[in-house]
T-cell receptor
């Protein structure tokens, strides 16, 4: 069975500090991978997607970047956090014509 | 790009009643439709998904209807119970790899 794991579960960071969030999918080769951001009480905004190792497409510009160093790993990062980066970050995976399946998310508070 | 509207934003029903949530979308090329449930502080749980060639799908007390002519997708929870209380999101998949979410419906099922 496929599993998707996000880390860390939660982060409290200072404005201007760097950030790295991770996501690993096990039990599925060559998945499509996604990063989403959710403001408290809000809807989900797709940030990035990747269909293969080393390839990442940006959907919106939020001073964040993403990388896919391995087939089963997706990393979200920034060198300098903003207050507006606070929220819930969700990683998801799917195959063509399937609905994305989500991890449990990382809650980020930027102070 | 694809636009998705979801209504109502809040819905309160009595236990045993049905709850209906509706989404409308704009892109007729949309090929895949999904409904998710999100409980407080958690990731998204996939409830049901349908391809564009399906008009109706029923599973475990849930009914999804797709009206392609009106570009409308609905979720009907028949005989809702308190455990159904959560936020529900529709999602539509626009080629090639963009998944757009509705704004969410907070459902409260009262005993």
């Amino acid at each position: 069975a496929q599993t998707i794991h996000q880390w860390p579960v939660a982060e409290i960071k200072a404005v201007g500090s760097p950030l790295s969030l991770g996501c690993t999918i096990k039990g599925k080769s060559s998945p499509n991978l996604y990063w989403y951001w959710q403001a408290t009480g809000g809807t989900l905004q797709q940030l990035f997607y990747s269909i293969t190792v080393g390839q990442v497409e940006s959907v919106v510009q939020l001073n964040l970047s993403a990388s896919r160093p391995k087939d089963d790993q997706f990393i979200l990062s920034t060198e300098k956090l903003l207050l507006s980066h606070s929220g819930f970050y969700l990683c998801a995976w799917d195959r063509a014509n399937q609905a994305p399946l989500f991890g449990e998310g990382t809650r980020l508070s930027v102070l | 790009g694809e636009q998705v509207e979801q209504r109502p934003p809040h819905l309160s029903v009595r236990e045993g009643d049905s709850a209906i949530i509706i989404c409308t979308y704009t892109d007729s090329a949309t090929a895949y439709f999904s409904w998710y449930k999100q409980e407080a502080g958690a990731g998204l749980q996939l409830l049901m998904s349908v391809l564009s060639n399906v008009d109706r799908k029923e599973e475990q007390g849930l009914t999804v209807l797709l009206n392609k002519k009106d570009k409308r997708l609905s979720l009907n929870l028949t005989a809702a119970h308190p455990g159904d209380s959560a936020v529900y999101f529709c999602a539509v998949r626009a080629p090639p790899n963009k998944v757009v979410f509705g704004t969410g419906t907070r459902l409260q099922v009262l005993p």
